[in-house]
């Protein structure tokens, strides 16, 4: 099979090119978009974020039977044109859960202890906190929007942190009972959370989830932790919203220099163990195409309502 992988690191190379003889292999550093200048016979893709899918790329993959990202979020390749050849498509979900809430943890511990501020006065050997003081994570309300695998690894954190659980879902998972999380509505949890984290992939139904009504909800002194995807939050709050923000999405919105946002380059995921996980769920999907068998990914993209009926004989998850 002829594949082709984009936005490659070495260390991708390497492992790919290990688990993949026998198979003709492509690597390029950059996006998609910007690599495929003319028509190519890839019959398997893999991208990661930074590729745009558009029905233009595909134009010009005319033997393409197979497209997986090495991500979560699947908003960068949504196109009508994939249903209507039948591409079969896959992501990584799962593999992010530790490397990411940890890091929303630590976005949270930097605001609420000044952490960053200490460290860098100290470097400049200035010792002087009187204006550092901090609030405490023990006995707060950590409210949770979205419960996936990032969302409920969050919950078992903020337990460690003696913190008081609510979390708003589209289901309710196990892990609710199991450390007394309060299942409620989106407004209940804006309105009542000292922190509220969100852990929610982007659709639809999800762009713009907090607007300036649901924003007018949080408490005045609530934090709000973003590491999810920038348009989960309506874009104009980042640059009016008085809550203390810790944000990880500044890739997609841009940078928000405000005393009161704490902001890094989307680099929640960015760990050794996220990115072997990366690795070894995007091999185990691409095996699972070449040997015929259902992939352990695989998604329904949510730009039209359904595939045509009898193009893929994949079992379709989303």
């Known amino acids: ?42 019959e398997a893709v893999s991208v990661f974020v930074h590729s745009r899918v558009t029905d233009e790329v595909l134009a010009k993959l005319p033997k393409l039977r197979y497209l997986q990202t090495r991500s979560t979020g699947y908003d960068h390749i949504r196109c009508p044109a994939l249903y209507e050849r039948g591409v079969v498509v896959s992501n990584v979900a799962g593999y992010g859960g530790p490397a990411v809430a940890e890091f929303a943890f630590s976005l949270l511990l930097n605001a609420t202890r000044h952490t960053h501020k200490a460290l860098q006065r100290s470097k400049e050997g200035i010792f002087e906190y009187a204006d550092l003081k901090g609030t405490e994570l023990f006995g707060k309300r950590l409210g949770i929007l ?47 959370s000292d922190v509220v984290m969100i852990a929610l992939p982007l659709t639809p139904a999800t762009r713009n989830l907090i607007d300036d009504e649901k924003a007018r909800l949080l408490k005045k002194e609530a934090i709000l932790v973003n590491v999810a995807r920038g348009e989960i939050l309506k874009k104009e709050l980042y640059t009016t919203l008085p809550n203390v923000l810790c944000l990880d999405v500044t890739a997609d919105i841009g940078c928000v220099a405000r005393p009161n946002v704490l902001y890094t380059p989307h680099m929640a995921y960015y760990t050794r163990e996220a990115l072997r996980r990366i690795m070894e769920i995007s091999l185990k999907n691409l095996k699972a195409f070449i040997a015929g068998e259902p992939l352990p990914n695989c998604l329904k993209l949510p730009c039209r309502r359904d595939y045509p009926s009898g193009t893929v004989n994949y079992t379709m998850k989303g």
């Open 146 to 192: 979205g419960l996936g695998t990032i969302g409920q690894r969050m919950a078992y954190i903020g337990k460690g942190f003696g913190m008081e659980l609510c979390a708003f879902s589209r289901s309710e998972k196990p892990i609710v009972k199991e450390l007394g999380i309060d299942f409620t509505s989106l407004e209940e949890v804006l309105s009542t």
């Open 1 to 42: 099979m002829v594949i082709a992988f984009f936005e490659t690191k070495p260390e991708e190379r390497d492992f790919f090119e290990a688990n993949l003889k026998g198979h003709t292999l492509h690597f390029f550093d950059g996006a998609i978009q910007d690599e495929l200048k003319s028509e190519a016979d890839y």
